[in-house]
Structure formats: structure tokens, C-alpha cells
């Protein structure tokens, strides 16, 4: 099997398997970024949002300049803000975010949330995340249409600082939208995608509009806590029986089988470990295939469970429904 999944437009290679850098403590940030990349990382999934990126650049740096890694063998994406989206703003906020990782490109530039939010100057806040500085009761919408957005966004690829756009956290609505208008198509969607949320549909339409799909949170409860909202609760998938069985079958690990689970749908994954071990790990699952039984018996856990939605964030919002 293919390690990486062609993009539209350049044809660029965008590996399989690639690292995220959500939650990755500044303060480790750099040797965590380094120390992936030396373990045979070459995709850095990042985000200003996750307020680290001036030491995942400095990590992705160090792993340059000891030529551990070459700049063009990497893939580096980060994402844009929901503050940032007035056209005004878009090229200032992508070029300081290329500052802090001291890049002259980025591989793939993502919208984040199709979220227009209120915009907070970088000098009063930075990064601002969902409320307004000094206030945490509400958070408040700007009117900055995705199309102009969008229109931003193709400036940048055009002028080669990023090699491609995409989005994330978009619907097919969103994205019907999105393709009447675009001059580019969007390389990439990202999207939360795990055996509780599978998506199926979302998945496979997508993919037949010639873009390619990337899941986020592949582990689904691990990265987040484990009762939702609506009082839902789901038992750890890296613990899940159906799970283990298959891993004991082929001698992996239950993370190996749950994103190889992706990689069978051909689409993208992006785990986050701050243990080297498992990251290595993370990264060997070419070696095994999941049999079509083994994928149905994964199919049958879908819940509809989704772990990364704004609505159970405290401002109630019902992106997703
Ligand atoms: P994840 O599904 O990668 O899970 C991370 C958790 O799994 C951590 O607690 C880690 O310790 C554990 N883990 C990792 N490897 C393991 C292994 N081999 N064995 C056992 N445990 C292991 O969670 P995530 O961070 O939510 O998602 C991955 C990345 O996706 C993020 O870092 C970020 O880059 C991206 N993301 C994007 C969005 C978006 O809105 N676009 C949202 C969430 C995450």
C-alpha cells in the first residue's frame, strides 16, 4: 500500500500518518516535534490555535539544520483561527504564523472551523481561542462570509506560501457551497473520524469531489473526557474488546488497528503522543491489513458519538446538529 494520498491541483504527496500537535505542552514542544521527526515522522499537524507554534517550528527547524530531514521531505499543515477570518486578516495571521515556524512555506493551509468569530487583534491576545479577551459568557459572530475567506486562502496558494488549502470541521453543505464559488478546490478536509463517528457517507462523497480526507482523534475518547454533553458515555476504543481481537490477531496494538481502520477507507491520520515509543509505533501500520470482517466488525460499534463538538463547550453552539 501507498504511504501517502496524492492531492488535487499540484499532485503533492501527503503522507498517510502524521503527528498532531494538539495539546502538546509548549514547554515540551520542541524536542516532542524533534524527537517524532527523528523516529520517522514526516507530516506535523499543527495550529495556531494550539498556542505552540514557534516551538513545533523550532523543533521542525532543529531536525532541518541537523539534516536529519530535509525541508521538502516533510509535510507541515497548521490551520487558521476563527478570529481571522475577515479578509483583512487572513494574509497577516498566515504570515505570522509562518514567522513563529520559521518556515518560508507551509505544505497546507486548513480553516478550522467554519466559525466566524469576532476578530481579536494578535498584539491583545494570541492565540485567542473561542471568547473575546475577558469574557468567557458568550462568544460573538463576525459577518465574514467564507467566500471572501476562501478567496484569501487561494491568494496564499497561489503565491506558493502555502502549497495547499483545505478545510476542517465542514459539512457537505458547507462544502456544495464552498465548490461553486472556488477557483481551487480544497486539497483536504479534516475531520473528527473514529469507529464511534465513522461518517461514512460524509467520507465517501468527499472523496469523490477529488479531495482527500485526513480523521482527527482516530483514539475518539482518549483525547477527551469521556462523558459528552447529552450524558453519553463510550468505553475507551483502545481498550474495546472487538478492538483488542483484532490486534491480538495480527499482534499489533489496539491503536494500530484503529488507524489502520482509516488508512483502509484511505483516509489520512494524524495521532498525538508525547511518548516516542508509541509514536514510532503509531507509524508501523503498513505491515498489516484489516481483513473485510475485521472492518465490519469495526463498522458495527458506529455510535454517532462525537467528541469535539462546540455545542457541549459552554456556548451552544450546534455546528454539527
Ligand atoms: P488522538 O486520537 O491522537 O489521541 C491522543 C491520545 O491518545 C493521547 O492521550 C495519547 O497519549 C494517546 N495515544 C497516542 N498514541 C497512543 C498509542 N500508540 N497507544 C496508546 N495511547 C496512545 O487525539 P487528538 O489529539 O484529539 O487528535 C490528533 C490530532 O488531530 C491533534 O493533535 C490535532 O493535530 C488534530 N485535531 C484537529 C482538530 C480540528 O478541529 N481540525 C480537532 C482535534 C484534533
Redesign the pocket.
Known amino acids: 500500500m501507498s504511504q501517502h494520498l496524492v492531492l488535487n491541483r499540484t499532485g503533492d504527496k501527503m503522507p498517510l500518518v502524521g503527528f ?5 505542552d509548549p514547554q515540551d514542544a520542541e524536542d516532542t516535534i524533534y524527537n517524532a521527526i527523528k523516529a520517522g515522522v514526516r507530516l506535523i ?3 495556531g490555535d ?1 498556542g505552540n507554534e514557534i516551538e513545533v517550528g523550532r523543533g521542525i527547524n532543529k531536525a532541518i539544520n541537523e539534516g536529519v530531514v530535509k525541508r521538502e521531505e516533510l509535510f507541515v499543515v497548521t ?1 487558521i483561527w476563527n478570529t481571522f477570518h475577515a479578509k483583512e486578516n487572513v494574509r497577516p495571521t498566515f504570515e505570522k504564523q509562518l514567522k513563529d515556524l520559521g518556515l518560508d512555506y507551509v505544505d497546507l493551509y ?1 480553516i ?2 467554519p466559525v466566524p468569530l469576532k476578530h481579536v487583534a494578535i498584539e491583545a491576545a494570541y492565540p485567542p481561542g473561542w471568547y473575546q479577551p475577558g469574557k468567557s459568557d458568550d462568544i460573538e459572530f463576525e459577518r465574514s462570509p467564507i467566500q471572501d475567506l476562501w478567496r484569501e486562502m487561494e491568494k496564499i496558494a497561489e503565491s506558493g506560501a502555502a502549497k495547499n488549502i483545505g478545510i ?2 465542514f459539512n457537505v453543505q458547507l462544502i456544495l457551497d464552498l465548490l461553486t464559488y472556488a477557483n481551487i478546490k480544497p486539497a483536504v478536509l ?1 475531520v ?1 473520524l ?1 469507529p464511534y463517528l465513522q461518517q461514512t457517507r460524509l467520507v465517501e462523497w468527499v472523496q469523490k469531489q477529488g479531495i482527500q480526507v485526513t480523521a ?5 475518547p ?3 473526557i469521556q462523558l459528552t454533553d447529552d450524558g453519553k458515555t463510550a468505553e475507551p476504543l ?1 481498550g474495546h474488546p472487538v478492538i483488542k481481537e483484532i490486534a491480538e490477531k495480527h499482534g499489533k ?1 489496539t ?2 488497528v484503529l488507524l489502520r481502520w482509516s488508512l483502509e477507507r484511505n483516509v489520512a491520520v ?6 516516542v515509543e ?2 514510532k ?2 507509524l508501523d501500520i503498513f505491515s498489516f491489513s484489516l481483513s473485510k470482517d475485521e472492518v465490519a466488525a469495526i463498522g458495527k460499534l458506529e455510535l454517532g458519538l462525537r467528541f ?1 463538538d462546540p455545542f457541549s463547550y459552554g456556548f451552544g453552539l450546534p455546528l454539527f446538529c
Open positions: 498532531g500537535c494538539w495539546k502538546v499537524d499543527g495550529a494550539y490551520k486548513l478550522h472551523f476542517s470541521n479534516q473528527e473514529h482527527y482523534s482516530s483514539f475518539g482518549a483525547s477527551f483502545l496494538s491503536a494500530q494524524i495521532p498525538k503522543s508525547m511518548n508509541r509514536t509505533s503509531n469535539n
